[in-house]
C-alpha cells in the first residue's frame, strides 16, 4: 500500500483556471505538508497541518489555499492559476514536527 | 528563515571513487535529515542524526553531525551507479517543519 498519495501525478491546464491537488497518509501521521519544488529541485514548504490546524503558513499567495477534512487527507486547491505557478507539488506526512517525513511522489503541475 | 548551505551543487564521478556532500548553516537544529530523491519520486529519508557529534553508517554511506548542530555531512565510500540521484539535507527546529538544503546532484559514472 502506497503511504502519501496524491492525485493527480500530472496536472496541464491554462492560466486563470482553478484546480485541486488531493493528498492523502494511511501512515497515522499527526502532521501533514505541502512543498512546492522548483525547476532547479528547491524544495521550499507551503503549508503544514497539525491535528487540523494549519501551524505553518509560509509567504505563498492566497490563491492558494490547503484543506483539511481530516488527520489523513490535505488538500491543495489553487485559484487562478499563473504561470509561475508551474512546478512539481510535493505532500509529505510525519509523526510530528522534526520527525522522519514520508513523500508522496508528486504532482507535476504545467500552466500553459 | 534559517538556511542550509548544501556543496557541492553538482557532482560526477567514476564509480568506485569517493565522495561527500557538505551542509552547513549558522543555526542550530534539533536533528538534521537526509534525503535521496530520484527522477519522478519524492524524496525517500536516508537517516536522522540528533546528537552532535554523531555518526551513522548505512552500508557505504557515513552521515555525520557537527559537535555544535549546525553542520552534516554525508560520505559515500567506493560509489556506483546505483547511488546516482539528488541528495537533500533537511534541519529541524521544533514547529518550524523542516528546511531544505538546495540539494547535490549526483552521477556516478560506470
Known amino acids: 500500500d502506497t503511504a502519501v498519495s496524491q492525485t493527480p501525478k500530472y496536472l496541464v491546464t491554462q492560466m486563470g483556471n482553478d484546480k485541486s491537488i488531493k493528498c492523502e497518509q494511511n501512515l497515522g501521521h499527526d502532521t501533514m505538508y505541502w512543498y512546492k519544488q522548483d525547476s532547479k529541485k528547491f524544495l521550499k514548504i507551503m503549508f503544514s497541518?497539525?491535528?487540523?490546524?494549519?501551524?505553518i503558513n509560509e509567504t505563498v499567495p492566497n490563491r492558494f489555499s490547503p484543506k483539511s477534512p481530516d488527520k489523513a487527507h490535505l488538500n491543495l486547491h489553487i485559484n487562478s492559476l499563473e504561470l509561475g505557478d508551474s512546478a512539481v507539488y510535493f505532500c509529505a506526512s510525519s509523526q510530528g514536527f522534526g520527525w522522519a517525513q514520508h513523500f508522496g511522489d508528486g504532482t507535476r503541475l504545467s500552466i500553459l | 528563515t534559517q538556511l542550509l548551505e548544501q556543496s557541492p551543487q553538482f557532482l560526477s564521478i567514476q564509480e568506485g571513487e569517493n565522495l561527500t556532500v557538505y551542509c552547513n548553516s549558522s543555526?542550530?537544529?534539533?536533528?538534521l535529515q537526509w534525503y535521496r530523491q530520484e527522477p519522478g519520486e519524492g524524496p525517500v529519508l536516508l537517516v536522522t542524526?540528533?546528537?552532535?557529534?554523531e555518526v551513522k553508517k548505512l552500508k557505504r554511506l557515513t552521515f555525520q553531525f557537527g559537535d555544535a548542530r549546525k553542520d552534516s555531512s554525508l560520505h559515500i565510500t567506493a560509489a556506483q551507479p546505483g547511488d546516482t540521484g539528488l541528495y537533500l539535507c533537511a534541519g529541524a527546529r521544533g514547529a518550524d517543519g523542516l528546511t531544505f538544503g538546495k540539494g547535490t546532484h549526483l552521477i556516478i559514472q560506470p
Open positions: 497541518y497539525n491535528n487540523k490546524e494549519l501551524i
Open positions: 542524526v540528533v546528537t552532535g557529534g
Open positions: 543555526s542550530v537544529f534539533s536533528s
